[in-house]
């Protein structure tokens, strides 16, 4: 049992602070096409952190400031946080370094997973608000900025899901939650495309014994998977839906 | 945010329909859209409301603070606006593209709501002079579907009206500072009295 600052964050009975088993995720509520005004949007929530995410494009490039490309189409990211998202107000909500870091974060993930060279000379803009933040922020965004990308019908070469993961005397936890991330111990953030297992960002906020990196790194990619089978079937019901009101179910 | 350009034909044909009574929409002059409001959402906050006027969504945060008053008014509590037009409702809105807009927002709320008549402050007011509850009020527009300021004026009425203040007991400490304790009964709060809270209406002028 860990005790810190007089809470258990593994309990005897092997739960943690919200009653979840280390290997559970948060529960994950997702709409898909919640604004008209977008290409593409989103909506997730992940236990009580919510993100919002718009998709635009592809578009042509409208600023001189990013300068198209003549083989891929640039992805434009901004991460932003409304001011009341934290328990504390936030003074800024974007363009701190934080912001401007997940950005280019978001920024970097996108590209390795939209199919780039088959918009060259235009752009995409993706546009996340997190509206409460309770941990996995960066995730969050990720999942819900996947989805936003499916109902613009953008290609991609694979989903894109995020999951966070810890290590607590010597159990992995998956999905850590504010609390767990302030309190608890390292914190490995990691992007992958599910169904190939492969890695597109991986991030620790410190650093983890060489031994124990393995078996956390497995349990977040197991909970990426967790998440893509989530997300899939969120995808498949809001698509089947849509398509029931013109008769695609029947033949 | 709309980009959309209209043909001399179009506009002539709303122009016709608005003097018969009739919108493009099917409303008469004088009906509003459906609206759906919702508060109590954002659970950090002190107070809530997310509103839905047709296309047109926003988001209010308010958080009650402990700040000390202003000193051209130390009996009374404070209220500061501050909005962010989210990238979401248009990419024109990136980065810095929605302050301006925002500004104008905010200082439209601020001067409504200047007068004490309009949202009495004095309860807010803990040590006359030196603390007080100043209310952030926080808005999030999400997507502009027409009518931004009608309703803006209605989400931050509806979430003053859902916001709940701690109780809060002075109690003097012998030859020192007086101690403030907050009530950690989560059902121990006091309310706004919005009655006299203001709503913006536009209007709009087509033809004659």
């Not at chain 1, 600052?5 to 280390?22: F, I, M, N, T, V």
């Not at chain 1, 965004?141 to 010597?170: E, H, Q, R, W």
């Not at chain 1, 990196?213 to 809001?238: M, S, W």
């Amino acid at each position: 049992v860990l005790r810190m600052a007089g809470y258990e964050l593994l309990s005897d009975q092997g739960l943690r602070l919200d009653g979840r088993k280390p290997d559970e995720l948060r529960q994950i509520k997702t709409r898909l096409g919640v604004f008209g005004q977008a290409d593409g949007s989103a909506y997730i929530e992940q236990g009580n952190t919510k993100v919002l995410a718009a998709v635009y494009g592809p578009h042509d490039m409208r600023e001189s400031r990013l300068r198209p490309n003549a083989e891929k189409v640039v992805v434009n990211c901004q991460y932003s946080m409304a001011v009341f998202s934290t328990g504390e107000r936030k003074r800024r909500p974007r363009g701190d370094k934080k912001s401007l870091e997940m950005s280019q974060h978001l920024k970097q993930t996108f590209e390795a997973t939209i199919k780039t060279e088959l918009y060259p000379r235009s752009q995409i803009d993706i546009f996340v608000e997190v509206l409460q933040a309770d941990g996995g922020n960066y995730c969050a965004c990720v999942n819900a900025a996947t989805l936003a990308l499916v109902d613009a019908g953008i290609p991609l070469k694979d989903y894109v899901t995020a999951c966070t993961a810890s290590l607590m005397l010597g159990t992995p936890l998956v999905d850590i939650s504010n609390l767990e991330a302030t309190t608890g111990g390292p914190e490995l953030t990691l992007a992958a495309h599910p169904r190939s297992g492969q890695i597109v960002l991986m991030e620790m906020s410190h650093r983890f014994h060489i031994d124990h990196l393995p078996e956390v790194l497995d349990v977040a990619l197991e909970g990426c998977k967790n998440i893509y089978t989530i997300l899939d079937k969120a995808v498949r019901r809001h698509v089947s839906n849509r398509g029931a009101s013109i008769g695609w179910d029947k033949e | 945010m709309s980009t959309l350009v209209l043909s001399e034909s179009e506009k002539t044909f709303i122009l016709h329909g608005v003097e018969q009574n009739f919108r493009v929409d099917g409303r008469t002059r004088s009906d509003v859209r459906p609206m759906v409001l919702e508060t109590d959402i954002v659970s950090h906050a002190s107070g809530s409301c997310r509103l839905r006027l047709a296309n047109t969504d926003i988001l209010v945060g308010i958080k009650a603070e402990l700040e000390k008053p202003l000193p051209q008014h130390p009996d009374r509590g404070r209220i500061e606006f501050s909005v962010d037009c989210s990238a979401n409702a248009t990419p024109a809105f990136e980065g810095r593209g929605g302050d301006d807009l925002a500004a104008d927002i905010s200082r439209i709320l601020a001067s409504s709501y200047e007068s004490p008549e309009v949202l009495n402050l004095a309860p807010l007011c803990i040590l006359p002079g030196k603390t007080c509850w100043i209310l952030y009020v926080d808005i999030l527009v999400l997507e502009v579907g027409g009518n931004l300021y009608d309703a803006v004026s209605m989400a931050v009425k509806s979430a003053l009206y859902s916001t709940k203040i701690p109780v809060v007991t002075v109690s003097a400490v012998d030859g020192g500072e007086p101690e403030l304790e907050l009530s950690s009964d989560p059902y121990n709060h006091s309310r706004l009295s919005i009655q006299a809270a203001p709503l913006l209406v536009t209007m709009v002028r087509i033809g004659n």
